[in-house]
């Protein structure tokens, strides 16, 4: 009998991509995954430190698991992630509450590690690498629809905002082959997969050079620099197949480029859809957040889309209270968001987090519940632009990617589209029955804040899917 591993995962994409990536090397060591963790020999927590909330999330979790191990006997837990570096002494020496800890980068080691842990010891194994991109690892997709996955084209950061733990927890920034990046998309799209989401936190910033390129014996496939950026990049995706749809993040205001736009509106596959974290509105708290850009800056790379891309959807993350923000601060966060009108936003608090630069250089000293007045103040700013993208949309026909079957309703199915808004549409029956992975073009009738509904016009027959997408 094969052992079983529950893997759960927290934190952004990043996070669950890698843990597909897990799954593949455990499979290759005999695992096969558990649905729960009840069933499971081995549970993996792939955990996330972005701010204290996630960490406290997660060591509760935690205590959960030590009591379910408490009675089945044989079960180990291990912490993979974020937290794994800041917290192994905690974890491993002082409360001995796991049994493995293992960082981002180490995740080959795991079967090495298993088995110490078998061997009655506990392991650990945090290094971070400025080499690893587990490029040839063919990920293990869980929690899959079939239609949709993510592909990671780089690791780690070496933007340094001021408030991010990231930098510390993931290591120096690399990029992925972009042949191997191109090869899983082909498998994906051979195993029927319509849409993939590229992932890095900074995907402006990918870059292969041909060096790497004639190391590994390949030929240059790139522009007349000999080296891969994220625009060739892109297009190198799209070109991978017209019924594959393609989705990345982030972006990052300070590198994004006019050229990727271009490629973005050329492709009819590649969707309209950019997220661009602004974090703050005013220059004096993006300074000291060692973001690389002003007000002006950001404003401007949103004229980019919209002039590229008029009918482009664009999301944001914000941070209210962060060290010295004043009330005119906050307020200019509020004008340019009206300025803007985001579609859709992350919004938090700031949370200090330990080793960053906010944390060694700058009083953390808006008070909490001025963080909670200006977050609340933050999110009605959003709900009083966000309808506009989908209130305009009432009687346009859009292309949807059916992903599956509505939440509410088994005559429902759900899907998005070119702009990631949440589509609702009827299942139909017999002949005219849409199913998942299926491409097709909605009449929108109705519109929530949340979500579309329409009515199938027709579904569009594979391989020409994207063709009718383009609003460029
Ligand atoms: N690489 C992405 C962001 C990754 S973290 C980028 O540069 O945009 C996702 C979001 O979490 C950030 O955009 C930020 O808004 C938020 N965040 C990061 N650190 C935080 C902290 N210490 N407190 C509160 N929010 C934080
Ligand atoms: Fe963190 Fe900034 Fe890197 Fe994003 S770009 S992961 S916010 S350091
Ligand atoms: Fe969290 Fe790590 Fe992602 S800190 S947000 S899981 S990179």
Redesign the pocket.
Known sequence: MSKKVYIES???Q??HSDSEIVASILTKDGYTTAATAEEADLVLLNT???REK?EYTVMQRINEMNALKAKKRGMKVGVL??MAERMREDLLVKKKVVDLVVGPDAYRSLPLLLDEVESGQKAVNVLLSREETYAEIEPVRLDSNGVTAFVTIMRGCDNMCAFC??PF??GRERSRDPHSIVEECKQLVAKGYREVTLLG?NVDSYKWTEKELLANGQQPVANDLGSVDFADLLSMVAEVSPALRVRYSTSHPKDMTDRVLVVMARYANICKYVHLPVQSGSSEVLKRMNRGYTREWYLERIASIRKHMPGAAISTDIITGFCGETEEDHQQTLSLMEEVRFDMAFMFKYSERPKTLAARKYPDDVPEEVKSRRLQEVIAKLNSTAGDLRRNAVGEERVVLVEGESKRSAEFMYGRDDQYTTVIVPRGSGATEIKAGDFVRVRILSGTAASLKGEVIAVIPYPAAMEPLSIA
């Open positions: 927290y934190g952004c990043m996070n996330c430190s972005i996630a992630g974020c733990v990231v927890t993931r936190q």
